[in-house]
């Protein structure tokens, strides 16, 4: 068993975690935020494999098998089937 | 005798895993520059065969010998198998993968920007190719 | 030979390297305007999952750990595929 350096009173796989959930939190962030549905699509793929980083640094593959199967493969092929029966670019919500 | 021969080579050949598997983390490192660098998305299909073959093939095939060689065999069988059985797959799927989404995206408009001639644009306008 | 020592710290500089251009990825990937690199951007952050998965399997001699290594490389691939036919079958510029 390795072990590694304790820096700032913080384990490495901490610091680690921290990391990709904030990277997680971004690609979330811009999903939320985007009007072209395929980068939407795109970016949620982003999220899913930064999800499964905070998992393998939280040794928990089982979770890994699943978020990555659901979030990149299904998620996003049922999405972009979606998407070619509607139009790709949100438009502007005008108020009422 | 013979066994300490065998028992110094496995350990030899493990290294040179281990030091395949560092190698490969720089050519992935040096993939990730490829891409802030390169212009369009012609050029970057280079940096990203550097990613794959050079920062995912060839450090899999080095954890797996140093896995096969250097740990104690439950664990050291487990890990070398799922290496190995990921590189060969990894070296099957990426080229097959990159040359598709290379194919849709000049289908779907984007052309390299600084080019000088695009003889397959040309050729789909001509009607020689579908 | 190498002690097991070196060899485990040259491990983890390998992992270090891997989690550095993982970062250098994202960075590029949120950053990014047009689709086909994207996609590929998110397949090379994949890519380095599974290596870096095998790798701290080896590092903290967890075996489970090293199961999702395979199906991560076949999803990137499906990921791949979708998207270009989405891209073909549609004549859109961007």
Known sequence: MFQGPIIFGLTVNEILLAVFLTLALIF?????????????????????????????????????????????GIYSALFLFVITRTERYEKEVVEA | MVTDALTLIGQVLGCLGLVLALV???????AAIGFVRFKNFYLRLHALTVGVIGGTFYPLIGLGTYALFCIAPPLGYYVAGVSYVTAFFVLITAPAGSHAIARGAHR????PEPAREDKLAKDREEGVME | MLS?????????????????????????????????????????????LAV??????ILTQNAYLAVGALPLAIWAYVFDIYMSKYLEGRELGD
Do not use: H, W
């Open chain 1, 28 to 72: 979330t962030y811009k999903t939320l935020v985007e009007r072209d549905l395929v980068k939407a699509v795109v970016y949620s793929g982003g999220e899913a494999v930064s999800y499964a980083l905070a998992f393998v640094v939280m040794y928990a593959p089982d979770l890994v098998l699943a978020y990555v199967a659901v979030g990149l």
């Open chain 2, 24 to 30: 490969g983390a720089v050519n992935d490192l040096i």
């Open chain 2, 108 to 111: 779907a408009g984007y052309r």
């Open chain 3, 4 to 48: 097991l020592e070196t060899q485990m710290y040259i491990l983890a500089g390998a992992v270090g390297l891997y989690i550095l251009s993982s970062l250098i990825y994202a960075y590029k990937l949120a950053t990014e305007k047009s689709v086909p690199d994207m996609v590929i951007l998110v397949d090379s952050l994949t890519y380095d």
């Open chain 3, 52 to 57: 870096f998965i095998v790798a701290l399997s």
